[in-house]
């Protein structure tokens, strides 16, 4: 009765995988040719990196290796669903380090034109939106009905056979799994840092007071280090020039990662500053006029996103610039009037050390080919992630 019931599941859900929805599409390649009043509609209450300000930015300071598209579903001439991608070039190389013989040789023949739902260049489920009150599952099959003709119409701009939605986090991880009938496969990877502040925590002496002893000591000991070195932390503005200091000191940075989906290009700094206003601000670390490191911050409704980070590696050794950058993002989210921190998937250590926990975060991905689907699980689970630390850094209530 089991294989049965799996043959007939089998043959249900390819129905389902080539029968339309019946609902009514746009597609576009710039969020400037959607129609704005629908997008606002269904992205009203969802991430900032589905405002047009937002995808504007992108658009005029995209990674060499992806290009922007859009879809809005509509039903009875009403907007529901909206979707926000990126198409790009996918080498091995980008995806880990060739530290070994399996990682080097899979990262050396992978090479994939892909489709992401979300963002190569952001943390979070940053590429879907649904209108008030629709059906969540009957959206996420939406979802993967557009990503099928988004990917079926650049058949002539080259073979896309790679999907992947990005990033799925807590509750949506359920209602998203209906993807799984459209043969996409979840895949987990590094988790997110969250730091809770809540609604009393309304200045930086406030979040002290929550840490026990020993963390609120050692945040005070790299505060003080950094004004004895005679550094000065403030609130930078960023034109041209700054754009230029910053997109070098995140390079350092970025070449040291071991996963590199989508390199910033110069300008995007500064496309943030101008489009998202108060949302965005950015902290650096000076010695007189020269910035020795900075850090990026996201006003995403009541959350804080510590977004981009880059130092001199040579300072860092000496100084403790690092981690009075991620106390600076304490700071900002603060005075933004946010009540949580997401430190976003790497050096776990150090965020944890400011209270910060994991949350599980996983992506939905799906190859055209179904053997395909195998190796690509294969080379995901060779993408190395950490296991988060436990530590007891806020006092218990």
Known sequence: MKIVKSVKDKVQRHKERHSSLDYQ??????VDFVKAGDWDRVTANSTVFMSRDYLQAIEAHPPENTRQRYAIAYTDGEPVVAIACQVAEIGGERLMSSESKVRSSLAKNYKERIIVCGNLVSSGLHGVAFSENF????????????????????????????AMIKDIKGDRLQSSSVVERFSYRKIQTDPDMVLELGEGVTSFDAYLSMLTSKYRGRVKKIIKSIEQAGFECRKLTVDEEMDERLLSLYLQVERKSKTRLATLEKGYFQGLDQKLGDSFQ?????????????????????????????FDYEVNEKHPLYFRLLQLVIESAIDMGCHKVLFGRSALEPKASLGAKPVDTYVWVRHRVPVVNFFVRKLFRNIPFDDAPERSVVKAK
């Open 25 to 30: 599409y746009i597609f576009s390649d710039s």
């Open 135 to 162: 059906d969540e599952e009957t959206g996420w099959r939406i979802v993967a009905e557009l990503l099928y003709k988004i990917r079926r119409g650049e058949k002539l701009n080259g073979k896309v056979d790679f």
């Open 282 to 310: 950015c902290h650096g670390i000076l010695d007189g006029e020269d910035v020795l490191g900075f850090i990026s911050v996201i006003k995403d409704g009541n959350e804080a996103i510590a977004y981009y980070v880059g």
